[in-house]
């Protein structure tokens, strides 16, 4: 499919790409519930907002797209970072963080999720959490790339989201939980403030069953990030962005959404490109001593970078990429036949089941692997307390941009970001409830985006927007994605034209953020630029403006909210 030129000017005018006003193209609500606290999301961080909630006398609705266990926490391996109780332990977590963050960390932010971090896993394991057990009975501990010591508490060998994710479920007795719902839009009031969500019940084929509005006080979200952006992730389907476009339709605050780190170690399935959620290669596999080699046996990061294979992601990512490209192939490998099978086995029960599954033993065969789309260290504006732009609006976990990740994740915070801002929201939210506050009339619906260009955006996106980003080709992307934007007769309302729609918005966010970010942080890579550029040290906001009350047919404009100065 040829994708037409963007004009330079254009280009130079960041974020010059209308949206139609509104919302959502959906039918009108026909029921309404009534709830203090609405959590949309069902991963570690929606569920211990749920958990930290409970028997505070709230009434709590748990909104989720699909099954309680359906998004991206329980395919979590590696683990959950945290430091000891050693005080340098703490400060060695926070420069680690800072490192990886190439620069756009915030500080006081990070110094508070290390310091967190403790309690927040002995929280989890008093609800019923079972880690791996080491030789004097502590849990174990295991290192992943850009690490200084081995800090990660993990699970089932390999498993650790999973059993995150079975230790949280049990706390949700106390809320009402509404599954296969899709998050359409947030409600909101006069003054802008949120007062909760319109959501569509899904059947089993995710077919429309009803349309329906749940007012709250406190409208929480925590719904992941948005791996399907991209042809080929790590993340489950449900993926799709779909909290991030929300708040950027209700006039939240996006930040960062170019920082997308793509995971050095996903497998490459022998004989074609994969397509779709993809199998993950743990960090941990090389932490406890894989290499990355190439064809010939030769070692991919020995002398790129002072951690070699531990490095972290970006540079292992970015530097793989380069050695594909040198060589004119799809993928390297990962050599873990050192590890030995009773290793494998009780470590990375899980890696090596899916290897094995697709005809690769890595006891007797180095794994194929590439960089995938992973994780969104961008998202909805917030601090680690949930807080956002938007009176009435909390955003926790992958969906949220809270300061910690910076321009590249360190291995293994995520989850512990969501242990530890879903227990401070919930803290929050115990003591400092917002009022309850009117909505306002129904905005007009947006166009919908075709479902059937949603693959080959993805495919354009891992093309000029993956981990090697050229200049040329991020314009004619976004040419691509402005001739193929939300259009009226395009789609019909329902699951598929909502995540197109969503993607897309998303998509544009992205590209043109990697349009003007003129360097290269962190995990955006521009070809045309070596590294940093002290200029470019600052965060890149994103909001839709409106000039007048929205109105049938009136285009809104995102725009630019500011670089936020020099951090």
Not at 223 to 248: K, Q, R
Not at 336 to 342: D, F, I, V
Not at 532 to 544: C, F, N
């Amino acid at each position: 499919m040829s994708a037409p030129t963007l004009d330079r000017a254009r280009a130079a005018d960041p974020l010059a790409v209308s949206l139609v006003a509104g919302r959502l193209a959906a039918p009108e609500p026909t029921w309404t519930v009534r709830t203090d606290v609405l959590v949309v999301g069902s991963g570690v961080a929606g569920l211990t907002v749920v958990a930290g909630l409970a028997s505070s006398g709230l009434a709590v609705h748990l909104v989720t797209k699909g099954a309680l266990d359906a998004g991206s926490t329980r395919w979590a391996q590696g683990g959950i970072a945290r430091a000891t109780a050693d005080a340098d332990d703490v400060e060695l977590h926070v420069r680690d963080t800072l490192v990886a963050g190439a620069g756009l960390c915030e500080p006081a932010a990070v110094r508070r999720l290390a310091a967190q971090g403790r309690a927040a896993v002995e929280q989890l394991a008093a609800r019923g959490a079972r880690f791996d057990a080491g030789p004097d009975g502590a849990p174990a501990q295991t290192r992943e790339g850009g690490h200084s010591r081995a800090r990660i508490v993990h699970a089932g060998g390999d498993a650790t989201g999973a059993e995150v994710q079975r230790a949280l479920q049990t706390e949700v007795t106390g809320a009402t939980v509404l599954e296969h719902a899709f998050l359409l839009d947030l409600d909101r009031a006069a003054d802008g403030a949120v007062t909760g969500a319109t959501v569509a019940l899904l059947d089993a084929r995710g077919g429309v069953r009803s349309i329906g509005r749940v007012e709250a006080r406190a409208t929480v979200l925590a719904t992941g990030g948005l791996g399907h952006v991209f042809s080929s992730t790590t993340t489950p389907p449900v993926v799709t962005g779909d909290g991030m476009a929300a708040a950027l339709r209700a006039g939240a605050v996006l930040r960062d959404v170019e920082f997308l780190q793509f995971h050095p170690t996903v497998f490459a399935a022998p004989g074609g490109r994969t397509v779709g959620q993809t199998l993950l290669v743990s960090e941990a596999v090389r932490g406890e001593g894989a290499v990355l080699v190439d064809a010939a046996g030769n070692r991919v990061m020995a002398g790129v970078h002072p951690l070699a294979d531990l490095a972290p992601r970006d540079v292992v990512a970015a530097t793989e990429t380069a050695r594909m490209a040198e060589l004119g192939v799809d993928h390297l490998y990962l050599d873990a036949r050192a590890l030995g099978e009773q290793v494998l086995t009780a470590r990375f029960p899980t890696v090596l089941a899916g290897c094995r599954a697709a005809g690769v033993d890595p006891v007797t065969m180095p794994i194929p692997v590439r960089p995938a789309a992973h994780y969104s260290c961008g998202g909805v504006a917030a601090d680690l307390d949930g807080v956002t732009s938007l009176p009435g609006l909390f955003a926790v976990g992958e969906v949220a941009c809270t300061g910690v990740h910076g321009a590249n994740r360190l291995a293994s915070n995520s989850l512990l970001e969501g242990l530890v801002a879903g227990s401070n929201l919930a803290v929050l939210l115990r003591e400092d409830l917002p009022a309850r506050r009117p909505r306002t009339g129904a905005y007009a619906p947006a166009a919908g985006v075709d479902p059937g260009v949603r693959p080959v955006l993805a495919r354009e996106m891992v093309a000029d927007a993956g981990v090697l980003r050229d200049p040329d080709g991020l314009e004619v992307l976004a040419g691509l994605l402005a001739s193929t934007g939300p259009a009226t007769g395009h789609a019909l309302p329902g699951r598929a034209a909502w995540e197109a729609t969503n993607l897309h918005a998303l998509s544009t966010v992205l590209v043109d953020a990697a349009v003007r970010r003129t360097e290269s942080r962190g995990c955006h890579r521009r070809t045309d630029a070596d590294g940093p550029d002290d200029a470019w040290r600052a965060h890149i906001d994103t909001t839709v403006a409106t000039t007048s009350v929205p109105v049938a047919g009136l285009d809104q404009r995102m725009v630019a909210v500011g670089a936020g100065g020099a951090r």
